[in-house]
């Protein structure tokens, strides 16, 4: 898969250097292609999923890592607080903001700032379009531990209660289940909320590139992805079948809360920069003796 958007210069009027993943081309500064004496060495790709409320907010974030192919098979979900400061010189952007920005790779580089993590691709959810990924592969059992208030379909104010034990939800349900905001309740557990909805939806994909083409197709404009659907299907593809396997890693990123409220501001924990070194061995722009921005 190809889902590159990094562009080196070497030199001036010398050679225009295009890098992507598994892949580096060279263009001479006039337009002409020159050869490419050896292949790059595939590395691991990383797609940076945002999924909104219906503010536009992306409440719910995770960064997805897919080992190249002569690795050994492993997908890594980093779950990221959408109070995550970025840079934008105060205390009031955070990561749930940057859909928001008129740079469709704002989220991207938020992260490449303040985490040092490359990532190579960003896909952007509506609220209703998470909702038709979620009808498209039929609906997703998620087990409750206890009863759970979601709204009613519609303008009248009454409320639905879903569970508790295994409960099969449809889109909206789980739409809403993954960016409910719950009073008093910690980033932490909004997190884990959205964790194992977003897992039992990757499960649920389906497993050919065609089917999988036509789902996210689908989704038409309130899906926004920074690299075509013919690059998207087969990194998709790559983490679903991890994910049946058993081989995918999920954590959720360690913040310290510097505001509360409805939309709290916080920095990454010190612990946050070994996890993310841990987590991302081949996706990092930063030294691993550099330190994190807050």
């Known amino acids: 898969?190809?889902?590159?958007?990094?562009?080196?210069?070497?030199?001036?009027?010398?050679?225009?250097?295009?890098?992507?993943?598994?892949?580096?081309?060279?263009?001479?500064?006039?337009?002409?292609?020159?050869?490419?004496?050896?292949?790059?060495?595939?590395?691991?790709?990383?797609?940076?999923?945002?999924?909104?409320?219906?503010?536009?907010?992306?409440?719910?974030?995770?960064?997805?890592?897919?080992?190249?192919?002569?690795?050994?098979?492993?997908?890594?979900?980093?779950?990221?607080?959408?109070?995550?400061?970025?840079?934008?010189?105060?205390?009031?952007?955070?990561?749930?903001?940057?859909?928001?920005?008129?740079?469709?790779?704002?989220?991207?580089?938020?992260?490449?700032?303040?985490?040092?993590?490359?990532?190579?691709?960003?896909?952007?959810?509506?609220?209703?379009?998470?909702?038709?990924?979620?009808?498209?592969?039929?609906?997703?059992?998620?087990?409750?531990?206890?009863?759970?208030?979601?709204?009613?379909?519609?303008d009248d104010g009454r409320l639905r209660v879903l569970g508790p034990g295994w409960v099969k939800m449809d889109g909206v349900a789980a739409a809403d289940y993954a960016v409910l905001r719950v009073p008093g309740e910690s980033e932490a557990a909004r997190m884990e909320r959205f964790s194992a909805i977003l897992r039992s939806v990757i499960a649920a994909l389906p497993p050919t590139d065609d089917q999988l083409r036509q789902l996210v197709t689908s989704l038409g404009s309130l899906a926004q992805s920074t690299v075509p659907t013919e690059d998207l299907v087969p990194f998709l593809l790559s983490v679903r079948t991890d994910v049946e396997f058993g081989d995918v890693r999920i954590d959720t990123l360690p913040v310290e809360v510097i505001r509360g409220g409805a939309r709290p501001a916080s920095v990454a924990a010190p612990q946050a920069q070994s996890l993310v070194r841990v987590l991302f061995p081949d996706a990092r722009v930063v030294p691993d003796d550099a330190g994190m921005t807050g």
């Open 1 to 154: 898969m190809s889902v590159a958007r990094r562009v080196i210069i070497v030199g001036v009027g010398a050679l225009v250097i295009v890098l992507g993943l598994g892949l580096v081309s060279i263009v001479r500064s006039d337009g002409v292609p020159a050869p490419d004496p050896s292949p790059a060495p595939q590395v691991e790709q990383t797609l940076l999923l945002q999924v909104l409320d219906g503010d536009g907010y992306a409440v719910a974030n995770s960064v997805i890592g897919v080992e190249p192919p002569q690795d050994e098979p492993l997908t890594t979900i980093l779950v990221i607080p959408g109070s995550l400061l970025v840079p934008g010189g105060d205390d009031s952007v955070t990561l749930g903001l940057t859909p928001q920005s008129p740079d469709t790779l704002a989220g991207l580089v938020a992260l490449e700032q303040v985490l040092g993590l490359r990532v190579d691709a960003g896909l952007t959810l509506d609220r209703l379009a998470f909702a038709g990924l979620v009808d498209g592969v039929n609906g997703v059992w998620v087990e409750l531990e206890r009863p759970v208030l979601l709204p009613e379909i519609g």
